[in-house]
């Protein structure tokens, strides 16, 4: 087996051996953790650990305010969802009750107070409503980008889906 002095030149052999004394980015020293202080280790919990290291401790991710942009984003994909359980419960409802059973149903509800029958009617027509706008949308900014896909336009956008989506919700609530 061949040593360190026979491997390495006799010019380099100073600088290496510095290297390692000072551990000049060269060579890491080695950490070592015994069992005791592994277990210790993992009994603290991070903001003890920067609070005895001296360190702060990072925020969490809720106390930064989403854009709206985001926010409409996800609204478009929860309406979508929304959209595809009411109409695997309307389809589900006609095949256990047989055809026209979820019409009843409907006709049921539309029938009972406003209080059950308006809220009803809002949970239908906002997601229906909401979804096709943000479609739109989409498709407005799949064919023009450069004029409505910027940093400006998009909160604008989301706004305005946000309004337009609620105000029609709510008069189709009426209706």
Same mark, same amino acid.
């Given at each position: ?5 026979? #491997? ?11 290297? =390692? ?11 070592? =953790?015994?069992?005791?202080? #592994? ?23 809720? %106390?930064?305010?989403?854009? =709206? ?16 359980? !009411?109409?695997?419960?309307? !389809?589900?409802i006609?095949? %256990? !009750? ?5 019409l009843?149903?409907?006709?049921? =509800? ?5 209080? %059950?029958? /308006?809220? #009803? ?12 706008f943000? !479609? ?12 409505f ?10 706004q305005?889906?946000? /309004? ?12």
């Amino acid at each position: 087996m061949m040593s360190l002095k026979t #491997a390495i030149s006799p010019k380099l052999q100073p600088f290496l051996q510095r290297a =390692i004394q000072n551990h000049g980015g060269l060579v890491r020293p080695m950490t070592v =953790i015994s069992k005791s202080s #592994a277990e210790e280790y993992k009994k603290q919990n991070y903001t003890e650990r920067m609070n005895r290291t001296g360190r702060p401790v990072s925020p969490h991710v809720q %106390i930064y305010s989403m854009p =709206i942009g985001a926010l409409s984003s996800i609204t478009t994909r929860v309406t979508g969802i929304l959209l595809s359980f !009411g109409a695997l419960g309307v !389809g589900g409802i006609d095949l %256990i !009750g047989g055809s026209g059973s979820a019409l009843s149903v409907m006709e049921a =509800i539309g029938d009972t107070s406003f209080f %059950i029958s /308006g809220p #009803a009617k809002l949970a239908v027509a906002f997601p229906i409503v909401y979804h096709s706008f943000g !479609g739109l949308r989409h498709f407005v900014w799949d064919q023009f980008p450069d004029k409505f896909l910027d940093n400006d336009m998009v909160p604008k956008a989301s706004q305005a889906l946000f /309004g337009s989506a609620t105000v029609i919700s709510l008069g189709l609530m009426f209706a």
